[in-house]
């Protein structure tokens, strides 16, 4: 079973820099499977940050980028801001139309 | 502009089958470079991919999650403005805000979601 792995939580102080990642359980994750990161308010419907691995959505502020780093892909927020108090999901790509979210991470802001 | 609205029966009974729609207005679901996939949301937990389905010359090409594969449908209807799905042998575990977005086809990422239409399964 292909499960994609996410910091369940994680804390970053006002102004501060975070880096979530993107995990795979049966192999490295790399641009071949396009990780895509998405962010949303429970309820909501979530809004696209990054695609293929570093592009940012249109409108996204480049606070927000996108990377692999080591064996993972990564989702750094630079100045963090209390906005950015957020759910946030990766998404890679498995091939023939199937994709695969990972559990999330719930990103504080204090 | 591209918009999706999707629309259920908001509850639906044990073992029975649902029935969601996605109404896509302001793009052709047979648009290239392009497909469109249900996801959804359990309460309080993350997002899920349920299926996506591939449309072109009339001919639907569907692809599911592996662990929903042997409940789950996925199609585009005849007027070719809906996408719908289908789960049967519903439990309450299929309780969610059920999601349809618009896929990219160069870069495998979904680009526009709907604002999701939550169903519960209780008897």
């Known amino acids: 079973q292909t499960v994609v792995t996410q910091e369940p939580s994680f804390s970053v102080s006002p102004g501060g820099t975070v880096t979530l990642t993107c995990g795979l359980n049966?192999?490295?994750?790399?641009?071949?499977?396009?990780p895509s990161w998405y962010r949303q308010t429970p309820g909501q419907a979530p809004r696209t940050l990054i695609y293929?691995?570093?592009t940012r959505s249109s409108g996204v502020p480049d606070r927000y980028s996108g990377s692999i780093l080591g064996n993972k892909a990564a989702l750094t927020i630079t100045g963090a801001q209390a906005d950015d108090e957020s759910d946030y999901y990766c998404?890679?790509?498995?091939?023939?139309?199937?994709?695969?979210f990972g559990g999330g991470t719930k990103l504080t802001v204090l | 502009q591209l918009q999706l609205q999707e629309s259920g029966p908001g509850l639906a009974r044990p073992s029975e089958t649902l029935s969601l729609t996605c109404s896509v207005s302001?793009?052709?679901?047979?648009?290239?470079?392009?497909?469109w996939a249900w996801i959804r949301q359990p309460p309080g937990k993350g997002l899920e991919f349920i299926a996506s389905?591939?449309?072109?010359?009339?001919?639907?090409?569907?692809y599911y999650n592996p662990s929903l594969k042997s409940r789950v449908t996925i199609f585009v209807d005849r007027s070719e403005r809906q996408v719908s799905v289908t789960l049967k042998s519903l439990t309450a575990a299929d309780t969610a805000l059920y999601f349809c977005?618009?896929?990219?086809?160069?870069?495998?990422?979904?680009?526009?979601w709907g604002q999701g239409t939550q169903v519960t399964v209780a008897s």
């Open positions: 998404v890679l790509y498995m091939g023939s139309g199937i994709s695969v």
């Open positions: 049966s192999d490295s994750v790399s641009t071949s499977y396009y």
């Open positions: 977005a618009r896929a990219n086809n160069d870069w495998y990422f979904f680009d526009t």
């Open positions: 302001g793009d052709s679901i047979s648009r290239n470079g392009y497909y």
């Open positions: 389905i591939y449309y072109r010359g009339g001919i639907g090409s569907p």
């Open positions: 293929s691995t570093s």
